[in-house]
């Protein structure tokens, strides 16, 4: 009989891998959704200094680019420290 050499992989490994690669993605998902709610956060507020408060679309450039910008930045934190 020939003796040959198998290699048996271990489902725990492959899983721990697996794991370990959601897990990366995750991080850099949300350290990348925090980089643009930033970026969201800081162009609401520079648009909000150039328009005067009498200008009908204050209002809408004030609070739609602060939330939308304020929810990623929550959300990437969720996915960083999950």
């Known amino acids: 009989m020939k003796n040959t050499e198998t290699t048996l992989y271990d489902s725990d490994s492959l899983n721990e891998n697996e794991t370990e690669n959601k897990t990366k993605n995750r991080t850099q998902r ?19 200094l150039v328009f005067p408060h009498s200008h009908p679309a204050y209002n809408f450039l004030l609070y739609t680019p602060t939330s939308i910008g304020a929810c990623m930045v929550m959300y990437g ?3 960083v420290l999950e």
């Open 30 to 48: 949300g350290f990348s959704l925090i980089g643009i709610g930033a970026a969201v956060l800081l162009f609401g507020c520079l648009i909000s």
């Open 77 to 79: 934190l969720y996915c």
